[in-house]
């Protein structure tokens, strides 16, 4: 998709939040020396970066300052239309979502040909703006996560999951210590009844924060 | 013997496990980058001072008590209920104003081949930074 702005000027970093390594290695594209494929077992960047969900994006730009901070990549929040008799989404609202992707991919390429010039670059006032609060409380559950995620690995089950259930309740509005730690389906999804049970609890919470972008309501 | 998890690594260090992580200076400066020395815990040009009258709760000869100057800034940590393991990182405070100071946290992470990247390798270009997930 990038490979008409991919150069010397530009890179993607793709970063997996898999605490399972082979569960993400078959999602793993084709080597594209333009696209940077990292693993984050501890889901380190939801602490540096306080995100709470995939995909979430950053700008950065060549001096290593942020120009858009963490935010929705690219994703519109449809959950709820989703048809269970059916399936799937509901065509009208995957039509819906594909807009907002093709709206934000061709911002962020936008981005990757003009820089600092592109209008969908935030100026410092703005990025500061939107750069999400992180409170002790998801601090605290970021911690436990990586305790619990070290003591998983050494077999340590049970003490791992208390120490996530504590991560859930301390940051409840982080999906990916949810999704990461809940029950999975055939194929690995987590999209059993705890978590569309969670969805249909969110009332007028997004599942996918909404955007501050052109083009995107 | 004691494993001290940072963002940064794991280090395993020769304290006993417990209530709280009693580290040597040495091994306290290993697996946390924070030394002990005569104006308190101290770490870059930054310095916490013992609390006076309380030394003891956090000095013992050799020994210092990591968690507790850990609670004494303010910073997370978690343990294991043996106390064998311990996770240090850093509070809200510090993750916000260095998000608000917009210099993008450097960080590094393993590609799937295993071999090592970091953010600040890619200075000098633009990044989308992007996440996903099998799950």
């Keep these: 998709m990038f490979e008409s702005v991919a150069d010397e000027d530009f890179v993607i970093v793709s970063v997996a939040m898999d605490a399972d390594i082979e569960a993400a290695r078959p999602w793993v594209a084709e080597a594209n020396p333009s696209f940077v494929t990292l693993i984050d077992q501890n889901h380190l960047l939801s602490s540096l970066y306080n995100m709470v969900n995939v995909p979430q994006a950053v700008w950065i730009d060549e001096r290593g300052r942020v120009v858009r901070p963490t935010e929705t990549g690219g994703s519109l929040d449809i959950l709820r239309e989703f048809d269970f008799d059916a399936g799937g989404f509901k065509p009208e609202a995957q039509e819906r979502a594909q807009v907002v992707k093709s709206t934000y991919f061709d911002a962020v390429k936008d981005w990757a040909v003009n820089g600092s010039d592109s209008q969908f670059a935030f100026d410092p006032a703005q990025a500061k703006a939107h750069v999400p609060a992180m409170t002790d409380d998801m601090s605290l559950a970021h911690v436990k996560f990586q305790l619990g995620q070290y003591l998983a690995r050494q077999g340590r089950a049970e003490e791992a999951d208390a120490l996530f259930a504590q991560c859930r309740e301390l940051h409840p509005d982080s999906w990916n210590i949810f999704r990461e730690t809940t029950e999975r389906m055939e194929g690995g999804i987590a999209a059993g009844e705890e978590f569309w049970g969670k969805v249909m609890s969110l009332g007028d919470k997004e599942y996918y924060a909404s955007i501050d972008m052109q083009g995107i309501a | ?135």
């Design chain 2, 1 to 135: 013997m004691v494993t001290v998890l940072t963002e940064t690594g794991e280090t395993r260090v020769s304290g006993e496990a417990g209530e709280a992580l009693w580290l040597s200076r040495d091994e306290a400066g290993s697996a946390t980058g924070w030394l002990m020395k005569p104006e308190g815990f101290c770490k870059d040009d930054v310095c916490v001072p013992t609390p006076a009258g309380k030394e003891g709760d956090y000095i013992d000869g050799d020994k210092v008590n990591v968690s507790a100057f850990w609670t004494l800034m303010g910073k997370p940590a978690a343990t294991s209920e043996q106390g064998d393991v311990w996770c240090l990182s850093e509070g809200a405070q510090m993750r916000n104003d260095a998000l608000l100071s917009l210099q993008a946290p450097d960080f590094t992470l393993p590609d799937f081949d295993g071999k090592l990247h970091s953010l600040s390798d890619f200075r000098r270009k633009r990044v989308l930074l992007i996440t996903w997930a099998s799950w």
